[in-house]
């Protein structure tokens, strides 16, 4: 054995093996914690849109004298009336509130005519009801 191979033979370090196998071990740990981080922010997506129907239908009666039907698919939370929709919308943390004119649109169509992003919960409700006022008067 020449010296040269002896000394590599001696020296204990990583293989293409080993190295593959920290590499695959550190992508999987990172993938685990992308897909963590987006559960979580699903879920506060989720709570931020349960939290806007509950505060949206607390008063039935003010709702049913308007003609108004409150829903809620997944993320987004809406306020359906025959001739507007205004519906919020949350993603990454954030809602985007849009008003739909439904008498110029085809049924089930309507384009957003207004559209604001919100950070809160409290912020969205807020601009459903200026556009509420904006569609009632």
């Known amino acids: ?17 080993d190295a593959f196998e920290v590499e695959y ?6 993938r ?5 981080a987006e559960r979580r922010q699903q879920e506060a997506d989720l709570a931020n849109a349960e939290t ?9 009666a003010f709702l049913a004298e308007r003609g108004l ?12 009336h025959d001739n507007f929709r ?5 993603e990454a943390g954030k809602g985007s509130v849009t008003a739909s004119d439904k008498r110029t649109a085809l049924p089930g169509s309507a384009a957003p005519r207004k559209q604001e992003t ?3 919960v409290e912020d969205a ?10 569609e009632t008067r």
């Open 1 to 17: 054995m020449t010296s040269k191979t002896k000394s590599s033979a001696e020296k204990p370090g990583l293989n293409l093996k």
């Open 25 to 30: 071990a550190r992508r999987e740990l990172e």
């Open 32 to 36: 685990r914690a992308r897909d963590e």
């Open 52 to 60: 806007l129907l509950n505060a949206l239908s607390s008063d039935p």
């Open 69 to 80: 039907t409150v829903d809620r698919r997944r993320y987004t939370v809406s306020i359906d």
């Open 86 to 90: 205004i519906a919020a919308y949350w």
């Open 118 to 120: 919100v950070e809160s």
């Open 125 to 134: 409700l807020r601009v459903m009801a200026q556009y509420l006022v904006d």
